[in-house]
């Protein structure tokens, strides 16, 4: 980028999200720690959210940031069982000290065996990430400093390559895609397609997370409408959202998996992906495990888009499951459904369905 800016009087600011993404990707995935037959070790960024600002006026350069970091760990215990969880870090921000930071803390599916690797993440792992989250602020002025601010006289400074940027999805999560493949259903054409996968945490219990997505009267709350069509058994169909998504279930895991065809309204006629969902409970979430086979090509944003709005946040907010605590809406998780679904009907909450396969 080159920012003109005559000796460096005007205020400039520079927005570094991305770039901070990648940085915490770079330095604080593969920190690991072991003791005796223990071990543990970061594996990736699920997601950075918040704000990250490189700003310069009157010859000064200052940061602005204020993150929130979530990353994934794996370990083993001393009995040879494989351990994942997740680290919250609430705060990453400017006028945060070292020793402030706060490390939360979570292992899927815990139980007393697990508790060995907790104790070295958080005894031998976080003083590792507080090291590292030190230097993000001097790293952060290093890197973008120089393309707001040029020497008085020169020209305008010209910026400096950025890492590339790791995928982090709209919902707040991890987020990829897979090559192109071409995909064919038993009825359907020959449509070159994606697999998306997701990791998206919730703050409930995976058999609460499990229901809301099996139980007819919940779905009806978070899409805001009684479903045209909702058979919760395997080889039942489902419409949604005045019909703009169809499928059927192929596999029900109670409170573990769910699998079951999924397409839009305007998808090629007769095309099908499959959609996995993955209920991996945690110590005090659940995090929604995503595979998402048969995407069409050009459909990824879309459909992405359209499950993080929703799914994902119309569950958090309708039930209450989001990251910050109890929302407008938790009142509905303790409200009978069907007095929910008459303030729906009488025009309290309703969504405009048929932006769901265009926006």
Known sequence: MVLHNPNNWHW???????????????KLTGLSASKGEVSAQIDKVLSVEG?????????????????????????????????????????????????????????????????????????????QLRKALAGFSGDLIAEHGKDIQHASGSGPASGTSTPKPVPISSSTSHAASSKTEPSQTETGPIVNTVTLKDDIEFQTSANQLYQTFVDPQRVAAFTRAPPPEFEPREGGKFSLFGRNVEGKFKQLDQDKKIVQTWRLA?????????????????T?????????????????DVTRRNFGDYYVRSIKTTFGFGQSGESAYTFVDKMDPVEWLGMVGNGGLVMEAGKLGNS
């Open 12 to 26: 400039v600011n520079k927005n570094a999200i991305e770039w901070a993404q990648a940085y915490f990707s770079e």
């Open 51 to 127: 704000d990250c600002d490189v700003s310069q006026r009157k010859g000064k350069v200052i940061t602005l940031f204020d993150v929130k970091v979530r990353l994934e760990f794996s370990g083993v215990a001393a009995e040879g069982e494989k351990v994942t969880g997740s680290i919250t870090i609430p705060e990453v921000a400017h006028d945060t000290e070292e020793d402030e930071y706060v490390f939360e803390i979570s292992v899927y599916s815990d139980n007393k065996e697990k508790q060995a690797v907790r104790d070295l993440v958080r005894n031998d792992i976080v003083p």
């Open 266 to 282: 305007d998808w090629p006629k007769g095309h099908y992906s499959t959609l996995t969902l993955v209920f991996d409970q945690g």
């Open 284 to 300: 005090d979430s659940t995090m929604l495990r995503l595979s998402w086979d048969g995407v069409p090509v050009g459909q990824e």
